[in-house]
Each structure stands twice: as structure tokens, then as C-alpha cells.
């Protein structure tokens, strides 16, 4: 019925291919690109810290209570955590049937209830984030200086380069490996401060009190008021150095007399290299929907932009590009295509010897291929190395069909029909059987 309603209206028939093609060369352009087909395991990472505490503590009376009551969720496939020095991370993924929404919540009240068995010095409650393991990075950028310490390096690409990375299009977060943020280091010397009688809770309080940042109070006069700070301006070893500590008959006790004060890092054991040169290593990752090559093209093209923004001496080089390997493989995999196409086409003509029964697969094919790019984008699907694999197979399919046709309508023509009679009659004949076919 369709197939005869194409040959008498050859004009809509036109028409109809034109439409087909324009959606597909449309639909193209808004597929996202990427090497396998997204599949999202709904994956949840918990994250709970608990500063000075050793591994051993943290996996026993942290990780172990919550992940005691994570057991009791529903639709678990695997449950992982480790523990490092205060910090423990949770990894839960969920069955493919289950909502990531759904098990979000499910979690969420399981920490809370976990939350009454965690120690009290947990000033901080457990957080969790909804994570796609599939995801990794799509770009590494390595920040690195000569001149600049490696936590002024690290303050730029925290706060300026990473902060406006995550607000491009398609950006999900912007990770940060090997940070080095910058803190005043305080070595205590057990002896000296024996000898003064100063326990480390005398230390830490009066560090705490310097560090606040509260008010102490306030002068109020007619026509302007003033309020105390006694915090430190600026965490700085120097400042910390000067500071009171106790007063023991009647004179203070300065930080530097009992313990070394030094500039320097968090956590001086995490480091990242590239070229054998310390680095502050970015790590983009993309939204779910996202284009990965837009992505990374988005960033790129923001490169110079961002090197404008920092000092002559910081360097931003790319350490990994995920988008050049899929570049390479889709290329290779539409080069392929082509290939099959015209190779198809050829053969199809060698064998007819017939310019007239030739064009008719020579066009179908490209028109088909086209037109699923149309039906991909509705399906929510991406091009990547199964789907243009798919495409290259189907050309066979598609071949095959145009073929029969053609045949059946030719046998028509021998036996004496009019061209159009044959090509209505001949396509009503085998119109079901090039559907089961395909």
C-alpha cells in the first residue's frame, strides 16, 4: 500500500526523501559523540572524614556502621570502601533496574541512621554524590610553574582555572589531582613544651582561638561603630610564630619556642607529575548527555583565555585527550562506511550493467543511512563505534531489499508489463517479505 502510494505520487515521494535527509543532516550535527554506547550504572560514593584519625579507626568505627546499615538497601550489587588517614569513601552500585533517584533516598536514610553510631569528634556528617564510574575524564590539564610554590599554583587552578572549566556547557565537575593548598605547618617539641608544661590541648586552643574568625566585640561611638578581631588576617608561619600560647610566671610562651613553624601544604604526601615536573592535574568530566569531543573542543578553545588570566610563569599543557582516540576511531569507522557504500554500489553495477537499475540502491543507501541518524537522536542513542558498526552492516541489509525489488520488478518487465504496472505489482509482491528479511 505505502509502496504503491510512492510510485503514483512521485512528487511526495521526493519530497518525503528530502524531508528524511534534512532531519537526518540536522539530527547529525546534535548527536552526541562518543568510542561505546553510555550505559549508566547507578552508583553512589559516600564520603564521610574524620580528621587525625588513623585507617584502622576510620574503617572500624566509621566505615564499618554505615556500611551496616547501607546492607539493608535493596537492589545492591556491589559494596566497596577503603580507608585512608580521616577520610573513608563508599562505593555502592545498584542493579540497572533501579532509579538512581530511588536509591539516593534509600541512602540518604541510611546515614542517618548510621549517623548515632559514628564517633562524636564527627563534626561533619557523611555526604554522598551520584557518580558514573563509565565516566572518566575527558581531558587532563597539567598546571605546573617554575618560579611559583606549587600551592600558589594551586590556588590558580582551584579558584580561577577549574572554577570557570565547570560552568562550560556539558561540564559536569571539574576534578583536582595532586592538590597542594597551602597551610601552616606546626611541629611540636614534645620536650620543650614538657619543660614549660604545655600539653597539646594548650596548643590547639590557643591556635583555635587565633585561627577564629568571631568577633570578640565591638566600639560603639556617636557616629560609627568597631568590631574586634583578634583573628589571624592571614595564615601565614611568621604570624603563627608570634603567637602567645600561655604565660608561665608572668611571661608568654611563643609558638616558636616550642614547636618549628613552617609554610607549606595539607598533605605533602599526594603529588602528581608530568614530564617529570611537579603538576596540579585537572581532570574535566562530562554530563552524561554531553558531547565528549564538544566538550574537550569547548575547552580547548578556552585555553588561551585562561593562560591570559594567570602569570607568565604558570604553564597549562594538555596531559590527556580522550577525544583524539574517538576522533580516530569514528573516522576510521565512517571511512569504512564510504568505503562499503561505493564499493557496493560499484559491484551492483558490474554485475546490472545498468545505469538506470544501479542509481535506485545507489540512492536508497545513502538516504537510509541518513535517515537513522534522525531516528538515533529521537532514541536518545550517540555515534560511537557500535552504532556506525551497526550502520555498515545494515548497508548489506538495505542492499539486499533494493535489490529483490529491483529483481522482482524486472521479472515483471521480461514477461511484457509496462514499466509502472510491473513496478507497483512486483513491489505489492514481496513488500512483507522485505520486511521479514530485515
Same mark, same amino acid.
Request: charged share 15%; aromatic share 6%; proline share 6%.
Given at each position: 500500500?505505502?509502496?504503491?502510494?510512492?510510485?503514483?505520487?512521485?512528487?511526495?515521494?521526493?519530497?518525503?526523501?528530502?524531508?528524511?535527509?534534512?532531519? @537526518?543532516?540536522?539530527?547529525?550535527?546534535?548527536? *552526541?559523540?562518543?568510542?561505546?554506547?553510555?550505559?549508566? #550504572?547507578?552508583?553512589?560514593? +559516600?564520603?564521610?572524614?574524620?580528621?587525625?584519625?588513623?585507617?584502622?579507626?576510620?574503617?572500624? %568505627?566509621?566505615?564499618?556502621?554505615?556500611?551496616?546499615?547501607?546492607?539493608?538497601?535493596?537492589?545492591?550489587?556491589?559494596?566497596?570502601?577503603?580507608?585512608?588517614?580521616?577520610?573513608?569513601?563508599?562505593?555502592?552500585?545498584?542493579?540497572?533496574?533501579?532509579?538512581?533517584?530511588?536509591?539516593?533516598?534509600?541512602?540518604?536514610?541510611?546515614?542517618?541512621?548510621?549517623?548515632?553510631?559514628?564517633?562524636?569528634?564527627?563534626?561533619?556528617?557523611?555526604?554522598?554524590?551520584?557518580?558514573?564510574?563509565?565516566?572518566?575524564?575527558?581531558?587532563?590539564?597539567?598546571?605546573?610553574?617554575?618560579?611559583?610554590?606549587?600551592?600558589?599554583?594551586?590556588?590558580?587552578?582551584?579558584?580561577?582555572?577549574?572554577?570557570?572549566?565547570?560552568?562550560?556547557?556539558?561540564?559536569?565537575?571539574?576534578?583536582? /589531582?595532586?592538590?597542594?593548598? /597551602? $597551610?601552616?605547618?606546626?611541629?611540636?617539641?614534645?620536650?620543650?613544651?614538657?619543660?614549660?608544661?604545655?600539653?597539646?590541648?594548650? +596548643?590547639?586552643?590557643?591556635?583555635?582561638?587565633?585561627?577564629?574568625?568571631?568577633?570578640? @566585640?565591638?566600639?560603639? @561611638? *556617636?557616629?560609627?561603630?568597631?568590631?574586634?578581631?583578634?583573628?589571624?588576617?592571614?595564615?601565614?608561619?611568621?604570624? /603563627?610564630?608570634?603567637?602567645?600560647?600561655?604565660?608561665?610566671?608572668?611571661?608568654?610562651?611563643?609558638?616558636?619556642?616550642?614547636?618549628? +613553624?613552617?609554610?607549606?601544604v595539607e598533605n605533602e604526601r599526594i603529588a602528581s607529575w608530568f614530564n617529570d615536573e611537579r603538576s596540579i592535574v585537572l581532570a574535566v568530566v562530562r554530563q552524561p548527555e554531553a558531547n565528549t569531543v564538544a566538550v574537550v573542543d569547548e575547552v580547548r578553545g578556552h585555553l588561551a583565555q585562561y593562560r591570559a588570566q594567570l602569570p607568565a610563569s604558570v604553564n597549562i599543557q594538555v596531559l590527556n585527550d580522550r577525544s583524539v582516540s574517538i576522533r580516530?576511531?569514528?573516522?576510521?569507522?565512517?571511512?569504512?562506511?564510504?568505503?562499503? +557504500?561505493?564499493?557496493?554500489?560499484?559491484?551492483?553495477?558490474?554485475?546490472?550493467?545498468?545505469?538506470?537499475?544501479?542509481?535506485?540502491?545507489?540512492? $536508497?543507501?545513502?538516504?537510509?543511512?541518513?535517515?537513522?541518524?534522525? $531516528?538515533?537522536?529521537?532514541?536518545? #542513542?550517540?555515534?560511537?563505534?557500535?552504532?556506525?558498526? %551497526?550502520?555498515?552492516?545494515?548497508?548489506?541489509?538495505?542492499?539486499?531489499?533494493?535489490?529483490?525489488?529491483?529483481?522482482?520488478?524486472?521479472?515483471?518487465?521480461?514477461? @511484457?508489463?509496462?514499466?509502472?504496472?510491473?513496478?507497483?505489482?512486483?513491489?505489492?509482491?514481496?513488500?512483507?517479505?522485505?520486511?521479514?528479511?530485515?
Open positions: 500500500m505505502f509502496a504503491e502510494l510512492c510510485i503514483r505520487r512521485p512528487v511526495l515521494t521526493t519530497l518525503m526523501m528530502l524531508s528524511l535527509i534534512v532531519s @537526518g543532516l540536522f539530527a547529525y550535527r546534535l548527536l *552526541p559523540v562518543a568510542a561505546l554506547p553510555r550505559v549508566d #550504572f547507578p552508583t553512589i560514593n +559516600i564520603t564521610a572524614t574524620l580528621p587525625g584519625a588513623s585507617p584502622e579507626t576510620m574503617a572500624s %568505627a566509621v566505615a564499618t556502621p554505615i556500611e551496616r546499615q547501607l546492607s539493608t538497601i535493596s537492589g545492591i550489587t556491589s559494596l566497596t570502601s577503603s580507608s585512608t588517614q580521616g577520610s573513608t569513601s563508599i562505593t555502592i552500585q545498584f542493579d540497572l533496574s533501579r532509579s538512581i533517584d530511588a536509591a539516593a533516598l534509600d541512602v540518604q536514610s541510611a546515614l542517618s541512621v548510621a549517623q548515632r553510631q559514628l564517633p562524636d569528634e564527627m563534626t561533619t556528617p557523611p555526604s554522598f554524590r551520584k557518580v558514573n564510574p563509565a565516566d572518566a575524564p575527558v581531558i587532563l590539564l597539567a598546571i605546573s610553574s617554575d618560579t611559583l610554590p606549587l600551592s600558589s599554583v594551586n590556588e590558580y587552578a582551584d579558584t580561577i582555572i577549574g572554577q570557570q572549566i565547570s560552568q562550560l556547557p556539558g561540564v559536569a565537575q571539574v576534578q583536582i /589531582y595532586g592538590t597542594q593548598k /597551602y $597551610a601552616v605547618r606546626i611541629r611540636v617539641d614534645p620536650a620543650a613544651a614538657a619543660t614549660r608544661n604545655i600539653s597539646a590541648s594548650d +596548643i590547639q586552643s590557643a591556635i583555635q582561638a587565633a585561627a577564629s574568625n568571631t568577633p570578640i @566585640g565591638q566600639l560603639s @561611638g *556617636p557616629k560609627q561603630s568597631i568590631t574586634i578581631d583578634m583573628g589571624i588576617p592571614k595564615a601565614d608561619a611568621d604570624v /603563627y610564630r608570634r603567637l602567645v600560647v600561655a604565660w608561665r610566671n608572668g611571661a608568654p610562651v611563643r609558638l616558636d619556642e616550642i614547636a618549628r +613553624i613552617t609554610n607549606g580516530d576511531a569514528v573516522a576510521d569507522v565512517q571511512k569504512t562506511l564510504m568505503e562499503a +557504500i561505493v564499493l557496493v554500489v560499484l559491484v551492483i553495477f558490474l554485475f546490472l550493467r545498468n545505469v538506470r537499475a544501479t542509481i535506485i540502491p545507489a540512492l $536508497a543507501l545513502p538516504i537510509s543511512i541518513i535517515a537513522t541518524f534522525a $531516528a538515533m537522536w529521537v532514541l536518545n #542513542f550517540s555515534i560511537n563505534n557500535m552504532t556506525l558498526l %551497526a550502520l555498515t552492516l545494515c548497508v548489506g541489509f538495505v542492499v539486499d531489499d533494493a535489490i529483490v525489488v529491483l529483481e522482482n520488478i524486472y521479472r515483471h518487465i521480461e514477461n @511484457g508489463m509496462k514499466p509502472f504496472a510491473a513496478a507497483i505489482l512486483g513491489a505489492r509482491e514481496i513488500g512483507f517479505t522485505i520486511i521479514s528479511m530485515t
